[in-house]
């Protein structure tokens, strides 16, 4: 099956590509302008549709100060937001352009927030940070707390229901599918989540739990319930999951393809 290639990153493209959609579209215009077009840079872009339409109600709060002052002490997160553009249109194939996820992917939305939330917590700001998480719980349906660790160029498709916990660590270019939880198992402190390394997929409704790795290039089943390891480049699925032997495929991360006959060594 042919992927998408879509190439690097580039904001004035994005911004060209706004201007035409404002031109065919006239009811969008002012949308458009107000979160993209009037913007010089990506980051004061980003900045405007976190704050303004993402979190709506600011209870007296400015979001958007925090959010670009984030963005520009912290020049990793913009960096990571391009990087999980580019990963959504190469492995969505419902998504045409960058500002598709930009403008209207909640599990985009989700996962730039939980950046800048991340941000916050680790700069001692962890009420604002935990504000945002809320705020994010509650109008997406996705909880990623602000201590968790995540890498670039991830995809999370529709993402209602996803659950990270505060001690997971997930590596880059890992894909999730809707309802995927990253938990513990009890009262236990320090670290207790999973660690998901680089190159994974993880099916819709899938559950990891516990402080235990999924190893590189893996894939876990949708609606299944993984209490062990997983190794590397392996498949594991089921209630509980058990390991159904290695994969062909380097990074199943990229092809989003989940009928297991065509990975199976």
Same mark, same amino acid.
């Given at each position: 099956?042919?992927?998408?290639?879509?190439?690097?990153?580039?904001?004035?493209?994005?911004?060209?590509?706004?201007?035409?959609?404002? %031109? !065919?579209? &006239?009811?969008?215009?002012?949308? /458009?302008?107000? $979160?993209?077009?009037?913007?010089?840079?990506?980051?004061?872009? +980003?900045?405007?549709?976190?704050?303004?339409?993402?979190?709506?109600?600011?209870?007296?709060?400015?979001?958007?100060?925090?959010?670009?002052?984030?963005?520009?002490?912290?020049?990793?997160?913009?960096?990571?937001?391009?990087?999980?553009?580019?990963?959504?249109? %190469? !492995?969505? &194939?419902?998504?045409?352009?960058? /500002?598709?996820? $930009?403008?209207?992917?909640?599990?985009?939305?989700?996962?730039? +927030?939980?950046?800048?939330?991340?941000?916050?917590?680790?700069?001692?700001?962890?009420?604002?940070?935990?504000?945002?998480?809320?705020?994010?719980?509650?109008?997406?349906?996705?909880?990623?707390?602000?201590?968790?660790?995540?890498?670039?160029?991830?995809?999370?498709?529709?993402?209602?229901?996803?659950?990270?916990?505060?001690?997971?660590?997930?590596?880059?270019?890992?894909?999730?599918?809707?309802?995927?939880?990253?938990?513990?198992?009890?009262?236990?402190?320090?670290?207790?989540?999973?660690?998901?390394?680089?190159?994974?997929?993880?099916?819709?409704?899938?559950?990891?739990?516990?402080?235990?790795?999924?190893?590189?290039?893996?894939?876990?089943?949708?609606?299944?319930?993984?209490?062990?390891?997983?190794?590397?480049?392996?498949?594991?699925?089921?209630?509980?999951?058990?390991?159904?032997?290695?994969?062909?495929?380097?990074?199943?991360?990229?092809?989003?393809?989940?009928?297991?006959?065509?990975?199976?060594?």
């Amino acid at each position: 099956m042919k992927q998408k290639r879509v190439g690097a990153f580039s904001w004035e493209a994005l911004r060209k590509e706004a201007i035409r959609v404002a %031109e !065919k579209e &006239p009811l969008l215009k002012n949308l /458009l302008e107000q $979160l993209v077009i009037k913007h010089d840079t990506f980051e004061q872009a +980003l900045t405007a549709i976190l704050a303004n339409r993402c979190l709506f109600a600011h209870e007296g709060i400015n979001l958007h100060q925090a959010i670009a002052s984030a963005l520009d002490k912290s020049k990793s997160i913009a960096a990571s937001a391009a990087d999980d553009l580019v990963a959504i249109v %190469e !492995k969505d &194939p419902a998504t045409g352009t960058f /500002l598709d996820p $930009l403008l209207f992917y909640k599990g985009y939305h989700s996962l730039e +927030l939980y950046r800048i939330a991340h941000w916050l917590w680790l700069d001692g700001q962890r009420y604002l940070a935990c504000y945002i998480q809320s705020r994010v719980s509650q109008l997406y349906g996705v909880d990623i707390h602000p201590a968790a660790q995540i890498g670039r160029g991830i995809f999370i498709d529709h993402a209602t229901g996803l659950v990270v916990g505060e001690t997971a660590i997930v590596e880059d270019n890992v894909s999730f599918l809707h309802g995927v939880t990253l938990g513990g198992t009890g009262k236990e402190t320090g670290r207790r989540h999973p660690t998901i390394k680089k190159n994974c997929l993880l099916g819709a409704n899938a559950t990891v739990l516990g402080n235990i790795v999924v190893g590189e290039g893996s894939i876990i089943g949708a609606g299944s319930v993984v209490l062990h390891a997983v190794p590397p480049h392996s498949l594991a699925a089921g209630v509980p999951a058990a390991n159904k032997g290695k994969i062909k495929i380097a990074e199943p991360a990229n092809s989003m393809n989940q009928i297991f006959d065509d990975y199976m060594i």
